[in-house]
């Protein structure tokens, strides 16, 4: 058992890592690996003023997740909008 945060993700097979290639809007390409992506804005924040509450609106974000060795690590945490393509590239062959 992970005593830092009382998970233990060691007993999960999540099989082989996935290869991602990240193309950006600015053009940069990156490649990472992980076994899991999600889409979606975070939980709202809230500002907190006297007598009331306001919810924050929150930008969505692409996630990659990914287990190495016996931790469960994030590996990517972008703004949807600064990316252009997300691609599952792992297997594919090298083009000439």
Known sequence: M?????????????GPLRTYEIIWKSGHVDTVQ???????ADVP???????????????????IYGQFG?????VLYALE?????IRDV??????A
Do not use: C
Not at 2 to 9: H, K, L, V
Not at 90 to 95: A, D, F, I, S, V
């Open 45 to 63: 924040g809230f500002t907190i003023f006297p007598g009331r509450r306001d919810a924050v609106p929150q930008a969505s974000r692409v996630k």
């Open 34 to 40: 992980g076994h899991q992506v999600t889409f979606g």
């Open 70 to 74: 016996p931790h469960w690590r994030m």
């Open 90 to 95: 792992t297997g594919q062959e090298k083009l």
């Open 2 to 14: 992970n005593t830092e945060d009382n998970i233990s993700y060691a007993g999960y097979d999540y």
């Open 81 to 85: 909008d600064d990316i252009s393509t």
